[in-house]
């Protein structure tokens, strides 16, 4: 008898449902031509039974196109992603490969798409994009965004409201110095699932600095992968979430230095409450060719409640010995000192929890470009407090 | 002592038509050893877990590893010693450098008797009977004390826990049995070192502590000079129970020689009020894959996890701590060091669980990984699972290099570089290796002078 | 032969001009200081005579006791008895400061072969005179420590290792007046025919307790004006940019 010691891969296990979408699906949104080799791969691929999400099933609604208009703003291009394959402006950025929270989603944006936006940004440019899942409770969106050398871009993507589920994949590639800002808002409570997988290719100088801000989602994976491929790329990614109820979600933030000189960070900063859960995952990954690199990790989670609960699993991957790295996280619950004091000046206990939240929230808030955006993540906030 | 070795002789047949890991193999070490029906049960239901069960799929990679290459050291007429001539010089240049004597030499390598330890051994023996203390071989354990040793034989680490755990249900072999009654203070600490019973060193080995309640105890596990096996892997098992108030201690030193696979598992149930703290020590072997393990579930149970690894040229070393809180007011410390020279790998992996019912923790978990060049590799992932918010929880974690500036400093007080290197190293490494008896922490210095090609004593 | 003689140094710090031909020459028994602003290249001065690799000399000689010392590794220069007092010297977790001063002692005079007891009552009788608390010595090298106490941790340094030529860079800046008095009183307890000191200073203040034989003007990589202790007055009440050229 020969026993087989091998390794085993890490494998997702994976779930399929009739219920899935099919490569005619795709046909009624348009483009079929663009759509049907992802669709091809797509139902060929299972969705993936995660650990800690507990993702064991799906609900998928009728797929129709996107009701209203998502998108403003200013920009040299700027289209929605259907517009953009029409006029034939996707080309070889589509081809730019990653893997995002799974597979199976990440094909789906591409396969079913019915939202998302393509946008070339030269010198200064603004791009606003607003979901709205009250009026559309499938939103799958596609998007590229590019910006070009020595450019400027802020871009807010906003998904609000109640529905039933949202897809997303973004492609970001930021070129030698180059500025980028994201501010990508989640408050969707009571949305049965929301994955999120964004991928940012960052050359030479360029910076890009991006909040992830999360309120709610029944379900949420986000996923956020930075190759920081040439010499003095820098990235600082905030990450601030607020989970309650029965809410998971698992948040997963990748710095990937595959050129020396580079400089990340990771932020995270966050409240659970109720019976919530939420994972945060860091990681870091310096390769061998990679030396004078900087890159740091850290996370606070406040938990509120006796039955939340939160997972940290920071991860650091070093090959070259002339860097920095480092993480650091702290899971806790109020401090007592700061409630006495605030409450020994004469305020409620409610209100100096409120006041200590909106403290951790503000810098975050204050940075939001759009007014709207702003007002409904304070909004969003306080309905959870 | 000697009761093993008669043992072997007593049945020394050869097996002739059993090629393979089979339940006849099984049988036939079970046999070998004269046990009792319920180990030989336990053996056999580890062999079905180990067949059934999937490879870890994470940690080192095993790939190359076979397991028929182990078979022939499992028989019970198993040539478990090379000859000094096939002690690769490597090991022997080491022996000599750390200065260990001729006799000893052969023991760690594997080739020579029982190191000549029987007469300290019965004093201490004597010392340990007059408190109540059992300290004996595994083997013997199990012929001589079964009520004791079914009640907590694989409980801590069931067969089932995962696939190293069943193949070392099936095939354990040696090791050691320490049972301190309540309220004693075991007065020196306890070498594993007197408990090599059989001829070689033991590549399965199981031990198993039993501190009761406000019990004391010391336990060290190997010694810092390397050792030579000619089988390629070690898979042994630690199992200590601390009951109520108790106080455990185990260190350990892991050498083995570069060509071993050492794959082992530790786990500690820690009971309300008491203290269990692991000191381990890893610069041995090709690969490691070592997580020793404390559950709380007392309250106000405490573990310390004090961790150094050092991977050199072409050692992956994959370590870690796992502590899970069960009970509330429980307290853990896990403080980990690597060093990774050379092209070695050190990899820290952690888990910290808190569960619901334990409230009131307080935990914080630092590793530190130091990288000596560019060729090597440092990596770490400690897991923290927090399932409620009565939990005081800190983590930190860096990756860094020595400073051209600290090396400076020390060279303009006149020493040299290799010197100031080495120094700095054993600095970093200080917090942890003082925690080593003294002997020990003496030679892991020593070990690391010489990989810096220090003159540092 | 002088201890230390420097003619027509230039060096560079990442490519920039940093010292552009300094001379000078010290002499056994001489106290020299060197005053300047910030940033002149006084702190980069200390570096070179002790060696420090990041920097580079692209000219001049580092004569001392008459041999040229440029190229010569940082510890072999200790061990000849150069000495450097850190301004931000640096900390080394897990070694303590008698481990660490025994080795270097042990280094720079192999042929004492003191015990570790002696070393020690050695040791304490310098802590002592210098009003160090004897604990101090028995915590890592600089980790946690002051301002002020790494300062008194180099001149503790300075007095155990006895060296020949003494570089001190600003050892007095940041200390309060008690610290002060101390630091100096460790200069004045090495003076004597046995070494040469060279105090580098931004202030005047160590002047009032340690007495220099000559003081050297410093500014823009070099020595533009030398003279004796009562030039240091004229500098606190003029400043430096009279000195500018």
């Not at chain 2, 590549?203 to 105890?217: D, P, Y």
Request: hydrophobic content about 40%; proline content about 4%; aromatic content about 10%.
């Amino acid at each position: 008898m020969i026993m087989e010691m091998v390794m085993v891969k890490h494998v997702t296990p994976e779930f399929y449902t009739p219920s899935d979408y099919k490569v005619d699906d795709a046909k009624k949104l348009g483009n079929f031509k663009w759509r049907k080799p992802f669709a091809q791969e797509y139902i060929e691929t299972g969705f993936p039974k995660w650990k800690r999400l507990k993702l064991s099933q799906i609900s998928l609604e009728k797929l129709k196109p996107y009701e209203g208009t998502f998108l403003s703003g200013d920009a040299k291009i700027l289209k929605t992603f259907d517009e953009a394959v029409e006029k034939n402006l996707i080309g070889e950025f589509s081809s730019v490969e990653f893997r995002g929270a799974h597979p199976k989603f990440t094909l789906m944006s591409q396969a079913f798409f019915n939202a998302g936006f393509f946008s070339e940004i030269k010198g200064h440019g603004n791009v606003f994009a607003h979901y709205d899942l009250d009026s559309n409770p499938t939103v799958i969106d596609n998007s590229i965004v590019v910006v070009r050398s020595g450019s400027e871009a802020t871009i807010t993507r906003e998904v609000s409201g109640k529905g039933n589920l949202r897809v997303s994949t973004t492609k970001f590639i930021v070129e030698e110095g180059a500025k980028l800002k994201f501010f990508n808002v989640l408050i969707a409570p009571d949305t049965s699932l929301s994955v999120d997988s964004n991928s940012y290719i960052v050359k030479r100088g360029a910076k890009v600095e991006v909040y992830d801000i999360i309120l709610g989602a029944e379900r949420i994976a986000s996923n956020h992968e930075f190759k920081l491929i040439e010499p003095e790329a820098k990235v600082k990614l905030t990450s601030a979430y607020f989970e309650i109820a029965q809410e998971r979600a698992d948040l997963e933030y990748k710095l990937i230095h595959n050129a020396p000189k580079t400089i990340g960070q990771l932020k995270g900063n966050g409240v659970v409450d109720d019976s919530a859960y939420v994972v945060f995952r860091g990681n870091i990954d310096i390769p061998h060719e990679s030396y004078d690199v900087r890159s740091e990790e850290e996370g606070y989670t406040l938990n509120l409640s006796s039955k939340a609960r939160v997972d940290a699993i920071p991860s650091l991957d070093v090959k070259n010995n002339m860097v920095n790295a480092r993480h650091a996280a702290s899971i806790g619950k109020l401090d007592e000192e700061k409630l006495y004091y605030m409450m020994s000046r004469g305020l409620d206990k409610r209100m100096a929890v409120r006041l200590i939240i909106e403290g951790m929230f503000r810098p975050i808030v204050d940075a939001i470009p759009v007014k709207s955006v702003k007002r409904d993540v304070e909004y969003g906030l306080s309905s959870r407090i | 002592m000697s009761k093993n070795t008669k043992t072997f002789e007593k049945v020394n047949y050869i097996v002739r038509s059993a090629p393979g890991f089979n339940k006849r193999l099984i049988e036939e070490i079970s046999l070998s050893k004269d046990e009792p029906d319920w180990m030989k049960e336990l053996r056999l239901k580890s062999l079905e877990f180990f067949l059934k069960r999937p490879n870890p799929n994470f940690g080192v990679d095993i790939s190359d590893f076979d397991i028929n290459g182990i078979i022939p050291y499992l028989k019970p007429d198993a040539k478990k010693s090379a000859s000094w001539d096939e002690v690769p010089e490597e090991i022997k240049d080491t022996f000599e450098k750390l200065g260990i004597p001729e006799a000893e030499r052969k023991v760690f390598a594997g080739v020579g008797a029982q190191y000549d330890s029987e007469v300290v051994y019965q004093n201490i023996k004597k010392q340990l009977s007059k408190l109540g203390v059992i300290f004996l071989d595994m083997e013997s354990a199990v012929r001589e004390y079964p009520e004791i040793v079914k009640k907590y034989f694989m409980h801590a680490v069931p067969p089932n826990d995962h696939k190293f755990a069943a193949l070392h249900g099936a095939v354990w072999s040696g090791g050691s049995f320490v049972y301190v009654p309540e309220n004693v203070e075991v007065p020196m600490p306890l070498q594993a070192y007197f408990m090599m019973a059989s001829p070689g060193i033991g590549q399965f080995e199981h031990t198993l502590i039993i501190v009761n309640k406000g019990a004391k105890l010391h336990f060290i596990e190997g010694c810092s000079a390397p050792k030579y096996s000619v089988s390629n892997l070690h898979s042994g098992m630690v199992e200590i129970y601390v009951e109520e108030g108790a106080t455990m201690r185990y260190s350990t030193i892991q050498n083995w020689s570069k060509n071993t696979y050492n794959l082992n598992t530790k786990r500690a149930i820690v009971g309300k009020d008491a203290t269990m703290i692991w000191v381990s020590g890893s610069i041995g072997s090709a690969k490691t894959m070592l997580y020793p393990a404390s559950i709380l579930n007392g309250k106000g149970a405490r573990a310390e996890h004090m961790n150094i690894t050092y991977a050199g040229n072409g050692q992956h070393l994959d370590t870690g701590s796992k502590v899970i809180h069960l009970a509330p007011y429980t307290s853990s410390k896990v403080d980990a060091r690597s060093i990774s020279s050379d092209g070695g790998y050190a990899f820290y992996r952690g888990l910290l669980r808190v569960s619901k019912l334990a409230h009131h923790v307080k935990s914080s978990v630092e590793c530190s990984a130091l990288m000596m060049d560019d060729k090597s590799t440092s990596g770490t992932l400690p897991i923290m699972e927090i399932m409620n918010n009565e939990a005081d929880i800190g983590h930190e974690a860096r990756i860094g290099r020595i400073k051209e500036e600290q090396i400076y400093y020390l060279m303009s007080r006149g020493l040299s570089e290799d010197d100031a290197k080495a120094l700095i190293v054993r600095g970093f490494m200080a917090p942890v290796v003082k925690q080593l008896p003294l002997e020990y922490a003496i030679e892991f210095n020593r070990l690391v002078s010489m990989n810096f090609k220090s003159n540092l004593g | 032969m002088s201890l230390l003689n420097i003619s027509n140094l230039h060096a560079k710090v990442n490519d920039k001009e940093v010292i552009k031909g300094l001379n000078i020459k010290i002499d056994y028994g001489e106290v020299h200081a060197i005053m300047g602003p910030n940033g002149s290249g006084k702190t980069t001065l200390a570096n070179l005579i002790m060696g420090n690799p990041k920097y580079e000399i692209t000219d001049g000689e580092i004569l001392f006791n008459g041999k040229n010392v440029i190229g010569m590794p940082v510890n072999e220069r200790a061990r000849l008895g150069i000495f450097q007092s850190f301004q931000y010297p640096e900390e080394i977790p897990g070694v303590t400061v008698r481990n660490f001063l025994k080795l270097a002692y042990d280094t720079i005079y192999p042929d004492e072969k003191m015990s570790m007891f002696d070393f020690g009552d050695m040791l304490i009788k310098m802590a002592d005179q210098l009003k160090i608390d004897r604990s101090f010595l028995d915590r890592n090298i600089n980790v946690g420590f002051s301002g002020g106490e790494r300062k008194k941790s180099e001149i503790l340094q300075l007095n155990v290792l006895k060296p020949k030529l003494a570089v001190l860079d600003e050892t007095d800046s940041g200390l309060d007046i008690d610290a002060l008095r101390i630091v100096a009183k460790g200069i004045n307890n090495v003076i004597g025919p046995d070494i040469g000191v060279l105090l580098i200073t931004h202030y005047q203040r160590i002047l009032d307790y340690v007495t220099p034989h000559f003081v050297h003007v410093f500014i823009d990589g070099k020595i533009v004006k030398t003279g004796g202790p009562e030039m240091a007055k004229e500098l606190e009440i003029e400043g430096y940019e009279s000195f500018a050229m």
